[in-house]
């Protein structure tokens, strides 16, 4: 289930209205702020979320038991796998990175890594960068364009965790 991440208070409202517990009451979980430490023992609930998810600051999801959870997150948060969140009433979630459709790259050299990723780079391409691979989001241009440059592309479902940037800006 998707929200725009621009919801507001009213819309947020509106939705914990929908969603009723056994009482019959509104009933929805709000995430407000990520744990500098890992709390001891389980998480309440485990979000398995896609990089593009995990982008989000203000995200309507559900966790991996089907409750329904809100995060509400000060804006410019990314989460990563392995992050915790926790709400206002002190329950615990787990972030999971969700596995999803990406191009691994691999090369024979050093160098042709290293190149590859500079091209993709100059294209503002979200990478995670390995010691050995590359991977990017399903593309059919760039994954035409590394095959032509000789590398080696397989398309595989796993998490995906690009970089965030150095600076966070855009142009």
């Given at each position: 289930m998707t929200v725009t991440p621009t919801l507001n208070k009213?819309?947020?409202?509106?939705?914990l209205i929908k969603r009723r517990n056994r009482e019959g009451r509104a009933f929805v979980i709000v995430f407000t702020?990520?744990?500098?430490?890992?709390?001891?023992?389980?998480?309440?609930?485990?979000?398995s979320l896609t990089a593009e998810e995990r982008l989000r600051s203000r995200y309507l999801c559900r966790g991996e038991?089907?409750?329904?959870?809100?995060l509400n997150l000060p804006r410019g948060t990314t989460l990563k796998d392995g992050d915790w969140l926790q709400s206002d009433s002190g329950d615990i979630a787990q972030?999971?990175?969700?596995?999803?459709?990406?191009?691994?790259?691999t090369a024979k050299t050093a160098l042709e890594l290293l190149q590859a990723a500079y091209h993709l780079g100059n294209r503002h391409v979200s990478l995670e960068?390995?010691?050995?691979a590359l991977k990017l989001s399903p593309d059919p241009v760039l994954q035409?364009?590394?095959?032509?440059r000789g590398l080696h592309v397989v398309e595989?479902?796993?998490?995906?965790?690009?970089?965030?940037?150095?600076?966070?800006?855009?142009?």
């Amino acid at each position: 289930m998707t929200v725009t991440p621009t919801l507001n208070k009213s819309k947020l409202s509106n939705i914990l209205i929908k969603r009723r517990n056994r009482e019959g009451r509104a009933f929805v979980i709000v995430f407000t702020h990520r744990l500098a430490v890992v709390p001891h023992g389980k998480a309440h609930y485990r979000l398995s979320l896609t990089a593009e998810e995990r982008l989000r600051s203000r995200y309507l999801c559900r966790g991996e038991d089907g409750q329904s959870v809100y995060l509400n997150l000060p804006r410019g948060t990314t989460l990563k796998d392995g992050d915790w969140l926790q709400s206002d009433s002190g329950d615990i979630a787990q972030i999971c990175a969700k596995p999803e459709p990406v191009l691994t790259v691999t090369a024979k050299t050093a160098l042709e890594l290293l190149q590859a990723a500079y091209h993709l780079g100059n294209r503002h391409v979200s990478l995670e960068i390995t010691d050995s691979a590359l991977k990017l989001s399903p593309d059919p241009v760039l994954q035409d364009l590394l095959k032509h440059r000789g590398l080696h592309v397989v398309e595989e479902m796993v998490p995906f965790q690009p970089e965030t940037g150095a600076y966070g800006h855009s142009h």
